[in-house]
């Protein structure tokens, strides 16, 4: 890290940087760089991923997360980090450090109940203005990134696929999604819009990660936000309310910009995909660390396979669904 910070004419001597690890990642390597007079992080692209499963995923990935931010930048100012450097025979860059003070975490304001539903709105009204900024760049966007494999690797194998190996019986149902996902070439896909990958900045939201961007279905970021303000009731069951609500909220946010296509299109493909998502992180090779109660596990399995087997096309109707089993088996929570 020393040695690009050099190379990328940063510092003169590497000596002068001081480099702390950061954490949470599990797909890089990333540090805080502090040097004379400023603050920056450095990300370098892993090709084995940090978990218990075998998961390796292309480190070129490197290269297009920084043409992402490139990009999401011009259709949502303020959406991406500052760039500073780029190293793309190492596989790595250079950006802004954000100050967690200023910048607070979204999983963590999640995590200890807070719920903002206009935050929320604005995740949706920024994802929905890079969505609807590419969609009429695809063709050019199509030649710029091509990462299917990637995004291939790093989320239909590792999260659908590997559920399927779990869930045999409904491996049908989930290869159809894969096709659905891989095959809508409507927008950029960012691929990872997680609360982790989302910083509440004094301007909105900064998206972070854009590790699996790749020109493909919105449905997918959508579904994949979504997911984790359903699976938050079971870290933090007070704040239950308060997720549904951010839930509504981000999907007002997104759908009333979408351009591209009818709204109920894609909220329709949203609705069908959120369940296996939901599902895959039990089962699949990313599980959340914070549902450990087996029977909170097996809740978010009833409810993913009931509506991959019965599927809904509004994502109110996967909400209320996840609101009615949570009734049932906790119903301190309503």
Known sequence: MREALVKLGLVQDGSTAILTPLPGGIASDIW???LPGDTLCIKRALHKLKVKANWFVP???????????????????GVSPGLVAQDATAYLFVMQYLEPDRYPLWKNQLRD?????????????????????????????????????????????????ATARVHTDLAPRLAELIRTVMTTKHVLVHGDVSPKNILNGPRGPVFLDAECAFVGDPAFDLAFCLNHLMLKSLWNPAAHQGYAQCFAGLIDGYLGLVDWEPPEDVEARTAHLLPGLFLARIDGKSPV??????????????????????????LADVLATWEAALQINHPSQN
């Open 113 to 161: 109940g807070g719920t903002d539903t206009a935050f929320a709105r604005q995740v949706g009204t920024r994802l929905a203005a890079i969505h609807s900024y590419t969609a009429a760049r695809i063709t050019q966007l199509a030649e710029e990134f091509p990462t299917d494999a990637i995004f291939y690797a790093s989320r239909m194998e590792s999260y659908l696929e």
């Open 59 to 77: 480190v070129e990935r490197n290269l297009y997360e920084w043409k992402y931010y490139e990009i999401a930048q011009q259709a949502a100012p």
């Open 289 to 314: 660390e914070y549902i450990t109660e087996e029977a909170d596990r097996n809740l978010v399995r009833a409810t993913a396979r009931l509506l991959l087997r019965q599927p809904v096309h509004r």
């Open 32 to 34: 805080k760089v502090e």
